[in-house]
């Protein structure tokens, strides 16, 4: 499996991306850097929803696609989008790539769960 693709299209929040040799599984993680977002790498999460033929992908960004350009890296995660999880969660704004949005600063665990699985049993 490829580490790093290249973004063949995008249109709106759909962003296709090309992979030689390999695809990355459905709902994997991506990350490609947008400077429309904020400055720092890797910055935007897209995540595989399709396989189109035998290499590429179709994602859907979890941010603004706005200033991404065909030809622009993408790095392969090879994991799911998590969330952070716990007791230092409770009380927290999170977004859907599991950051702090509520300005109370970092999240004080390293234990996460991939948002795509079974949900727990109504005892746990």
């Known amino acids: 499996m490829s580490e790093f693709g290249k973004i ?3 249109i709106g929040p759909v962003v296709d991306v090309v992979f030689e040799g390999g695809l990355p ?3 994997t993680a991506l990350r490609v850097t947008n400077i429309a977002v904020n400055d720092k790498e890797w ?3 897209l995540e595989v929803a399709q396989h189109l033929g035998e290499n590429t992908v179709r994602t859907i960004a979890m941010d603004s696609t706005e200033g991404l350009v065909r030809g622009a890296p993408v790095k392969n995660t090879g994991s799911m989008i998590s969330m952070p999880v716990g007791r230092e969660t ?3 704004i999170l977004n859907v790539i599991g950051e702090p949005v509520d300005q109370a600063g970092e999240i004080g665990t390293d234990k996460r769960s991939p948002i795509h699985k ?3 049993s109504f005892q746990e």
């Open 25 to 27: 599984e459905i709902y």
């Open 8 to 10: 063949s299209q995008v």
């Open 90 to 92: 409770l009380g927290r």
């Open 43 to 45: 910055n935007l999460v």
């Open 118 to 120: 079974l949900a727990p």
